[in-house]
């Protein structure tokens, strides 16, 4: 028992002379992963180019080339029936001057008679009021206006009449929209040629195009909608695009 051989000895001073070397290695590896990273982050951020974002605009002025105006003939009386006949009289002197005026039988359109029950607040029932609507919509915007205007014979004859203003539109937007977004966009790379120019940076490619709302507005009016303008009031326009265009940048 006495007889058998010891383990060998654990040498600590061996450990003590290898911790250096394993600190050291381990550093080594350490910093070669950050300078990877760092090289990879160099080599990207040089790849990455700037972006300008710049916008543009076009306009065009444009003729109305739509109209459309109401006429509403009403009367109130105590009796349903009362009213419902006298409103039928009235009607009957505005499809004449209706027809004296022009308007064709296509452009023209009636509502069926309206007859409902009048309140007030402060003694409940106040009778029935009866009415018809004449809408005139036609492409011949100038005998519209005419119409309209003309109809202030009606109320001086004593016929209970209400009406609105004419509504100008144009049909043919669509027709040219594509070359207003063209223009806008053709601002939009001028400008920013502009400024890359200035700084003695170079223009590259688009990267993203974002096209506004149209606005049409009376000629000289500064309104704007995040959902678009539409002036109806004014029977010549404005028609305004709006494109951003976002380039890279060198």
């Known amino acids: 028992m006495f007889g058998e051989p010891l383990p060998p000895r654990f040498n600590v001073s061996h450990m003590h002379e290898r911790l250096p070397l394993l600190a050291g290695l381990a550093a080594l590896a350490v910093a070669f992963v950050v300078g990877a990273g760092s090289i990879a982050g160099g080599i990207r951020d040089r790849g990455r180019a700037d972006l300008l974002s710049v916008t543009g605009s076009a306009k065009t002025r444009i003729v109305s080339d739509h109209a459309s105006w109401k006429l509403t003939v009403e009367d109130d009386r105590d009796d349903a029936a009362a009213a419902a006949r006298r409103a039928e009289l009235w009607s009957k002197r505005v499809r004449e001057f209706m027809r004296d005026e022009g308007v064709r039988p296509g452009?023209?359109?009636?509502?069926?008679?309206?007859?409902?029950?009048?309140?007030?607040?402060?003694?409940?029932?106040?009778?029935?009021?009866?009415?018809?609507?004449?809408?005139?919509?036609?492409?011949?915007?100038?005998?519209?206006?005419?119409?309209?205007?003309?109809?202030?014979?009606?109320?001086?004859?004593?016929?209970?009449?209400?009406?609105?203003?004419?509504?100008?539109?144009?049909?043919k937007l669509a027709d040219i929209r594509p070359r207003l977004l063209a223009e806008a966009a053709e601002d939009a790379k001028r400008r920013a040629q502009v400024l890359v120019a200035a700084t003695g940076a170079h223009l590259g490619a688009v990267r993203t195009i974002d096209v506004g709302v149209f606005q049409i507005t009376a000629p000289g009016s500064t309104e704007v909608s995040d959902y678009g303008e539409y002036d109806t009031g004014s029977r010549i326009k404005d028609v305004t695009s709006v494109v951003n265009l976002a380039f890279a940048v060198r």
Do not use: K
């Open 107 to 171: 452009e023209l359109t009636v509502s069926a008679l309206d007859v409902e029950a009048l309140t007030d607040e402060t003694d409940g029932f106040a009778g029935y009021g009866a009415s018809r609507t004449f809408t005139v919509s036609s492409g011949r915007v100038a005998a519209v206006a005419a119409l309209a205007e003309a109809s202030s014979r009606l109320a001086l004859a004593g016929i209970p009449i209400q009406t609105g203003d004419v509504a100008y539109t144009f049909t």
